[in-house]
């Protein structure tokens, strides 16, 4: 049995993945608004380098001080003059930065998600949702999309602040002598990397607690599901979905508590070096100023440089910890962009054939880590016809059109669209044109909680005599007056709309198919099963007329509708056991006549 491709790789990249990421994710920035990260990359260059600048002046100003005190001259004016300068100077670009990377973060994080979802749409097949892994790595791309792509812009800015001003300070710091700066940065170099080390420990166990945390999640969405509130009512089951969130989520805090507290400890011992060398320097600056070989100003512009150092340091460090975690979530998200699932759109896909006769030949699939549901199977349907698929609960009839919409691809066997001798593979066509010929209900419909109106429409341009059509054809103009706003009514009562009945649904649903009048194929799977035998002879009259002149599947329980059908399929356990018209197969008495005699039986004919 196949399984779809790994989604992601689960060993987590190293430092120099981190650094092809980066290297990659810079472009990308950069792509999102040229020009302002452009102002931004200088004015972290102007940024980094007024603190080196403030130190200078200060000194200049102590020394100046010392100077007229011992009766000598230094315009001291001007020096307060281009301090205050430097300082204003520091401000207005510090805010003017928060700014301008508040509009540059933004731009990045809505290119960042439109990719997202351009490669959600790229995922033609649904194999990928059925994988666990890539829930875990949705949930960590959703929860990330808003905010990561922001930070990373800030880190990086920043970064590049810090960099610019610990070269601008160590250059200062060169002036007392030429080990001081390169003492000064080795002894915070541990405190970095420990830095960098445990929030390395802190993302990889938010990725190993990533099912946990869904989970526990799913506990709390359950409580609070509108869906679910009758039977938690009824069974009393608000109790256990209680205690098992509070277990599930104190368990799960108390992983992450661990992670917490061993990230503040952890870096104690590599601060305290920090400490003792700073303090270290610090005391040789005073020494050498007793010993005559240093300036007044000079121990103050060491003083200065140490805590400047030591924050820039600091900030480095943080910068890179937290950098590499967005990094992190950036590896995750070119995972995400560059999978390649296996229901994957050719590459140069051949073009649709003039006839769309479906064929199966030798079709087998089945569910990702399940067996076969479709063995074997073999089946031609040329175009016009309608042809009805009927059999027991999980026969497999409604994998059957998920393969032929091409949601997943057989194991073996394959299928075909046109005629014999201009035969198509259903893998080499371009699954959207190929969709853009099918108009299908399916059995666990999609239920939008947007107007009615767009529920119908589903993104597609208005037209007022097509949807009047279909609203006419699939009941919904008669249950409209009972609308609030008619086709504009808000359905979902989160938002203040209304809910739909289990038939009002299948009938909007029915006006969707309907509305997609250009379709040559028209797919039904349970069209009816909610719907008063009014509806549903209405909605069968509907299908029956919109069935002319185009292949028509339907699936359905309800035998009394399959006598529309110019032929009907028999399925059990994946296989076709019985093709034929209702007579014939009536005649035959096989299952269908079997199942039939028992439906008749029960409307007492
Ligand atoms: N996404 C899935 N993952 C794993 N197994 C699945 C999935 N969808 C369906 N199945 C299994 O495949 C088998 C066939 O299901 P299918 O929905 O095709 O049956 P069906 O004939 O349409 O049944 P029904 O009449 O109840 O709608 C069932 O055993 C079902 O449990």
């Known amino acids: 049995m196949p399984r779809p491709p790994r989604l992601r790789d689960q060993s987590a990249p190293d430092t120099a993945q981190l650094l092809r990421i980066l290297w990659r994710t810079l472009p990308e920035l950069w792509h999102s608004s040229p020009m302002l990260v452009s102002l931004l990359g200088l004015m972290a260059l102007l940024g980094g380098l007024i603190p080196a600048a403030t130190l200078l002046i200060s000194k200049w100003a102590v020394d100046g001080v010392s100077r007229v005190a011992a009766g000598g001259e230094a315009d001291l004016a001007l020096l307060a003059a281009a301090w205050a300068g430097a300082a204003l100077l520091g401000q207005v670009t ?4 928060q700014v301008l990377q508040g509009y540059a973060a933004d731009k990045f994080t809505v290119q960042t998600s439109r990719r997202l979802m351009d490669k959600m749409n790229d995922l033609t097949g649904l194999e990928v949702l059925e994988d666990p892994r890539f829930h875990d790595d949705i949930q960590i791309l959703q929860m990330g999309a808003p905010r990561r792509p922001l930070n990373l812009t800030a880190t990086i800015l920043g970064l590049l602040g810090t960099l610019v001003g610990l070269l601008g300070v160590s250059g200062v710091l060169l002036t007392v002598g030429w080990w ?10 541990p405190l970095t990397l420990t830095q960098m080390r445990l929030y390395e420990l802190g993302w990889s166990m938010t990725i190993q607690n990533t099912q946990a945390s869904r989970e526990l999640n799913y506990f709390q969405k ?3 599901n509108q869906q679910f509130a009758k039977e938690i009512r009824l069974y009393g089951l608000m109790p256990y979905l209680t205690r098992e969130y509070t277990e599930r989520t104190l368990d799960y805090q108390r992983t992450m508590r661990g992670v917490r507290n061993k990230q503040l400890l952890g870096v104690l011992p590599a601060q305290i070096l920090a400490l003792a060398v700073t303090a270290g320097v610090f005391a040789y600056a005073v020494w050498q100023a007793q010993q005559g070989n240093l300036t007044p100003g000079a121990v103050v512009l060491v003083i200065g440089a140490l805590s400047q150092v030591r924050g820039d340091l600091q900030s480095l460090a943080d910068s890179l910890g937290v950098g590499s975690e967005h990094l992190h979530w950036f590896a995750k998200y070119y995972e995400f962009l560059d999978a390649v699932p296996q229901v994957a759109a050719p590459a140069q896909p051949q073009p649709l054939p003039q006839r769309l006769d479906l064929t199966l030949e030798g079709v087998t699939f089945g569910y990702q880590g399940h067996a076969p549901v479709i063995e074997n199977l073999s089946l031609h349907i040329p175009e016009g016809q309608t042809v009805a698929i009927v059999g027991e609960n999980g026969a497999g ?43 299908a209900v399916f059995q666990d419909y999609a239920r939008f909680e947007w107007d009615v109106r767009q529920n119908v429409l589903l993104g597609q341009q208005e037209d007022p005599q097509r949807l009047s059509y279909a609203a ?18 808000r359905i979902g009562q989160a938002y203040g709309g209304v809910d739909l009945s289990g038939g009002q649904w299948q009938k909007l649903v029915t006006a969707r198919a309907l509305y997609r009048a250009e379709a040559r194929v028209l797919i039904l799977d349970e069209p009816t099963a909610a719907l008063d035998p009014r509806s549903e002879a209405e909605v069968f009259a509907a299908f029956a007329e919109l069935a002319r002149g185009r292949t028509a599947l339907l699936v359905t329980h309800r035998l009394g509708s399959v006598r529309m059908a110019d032929r009907i399929v028999v399925m059990r356990s994946g296989r076709v056991t019985e093709d034929g018209t ?8 096989g299952e269908y006549a079997e199942l039939w005699r028992l439906q008749a039986g029960q409307y007492g004919e």
């Open 582 to 589: 209702h007579e014939e197969l009536l005649a035959r008495g």
């Open 94 to 97: 510090g805010i003017a930065r």
């Open 222 to 224: 359950a409580a609070l």
């Open 397 to 439: 009839k409604s994998t059957l059109i998920k393969l032929l919409l091409r949601f997943y691809d057989p194991s073996a066997g394959r299928i075909l669209l046109g005629s014999a001798g201009e035969q198509t593979d259903l893998r080499d066509v371009d699954p959207a044109e190929w969709r853009s010929q099918v108009a």
């Open 180 to 189: 001081v700066p390169l003492v000064v940065v080795a002894g915070m170099v």
């Open 472 to 489: 006419d054809a699939s009941g919904l103009s008669a249950m409209l007056p009972r609308l609030e706003d008619g086709l504009n009514t």
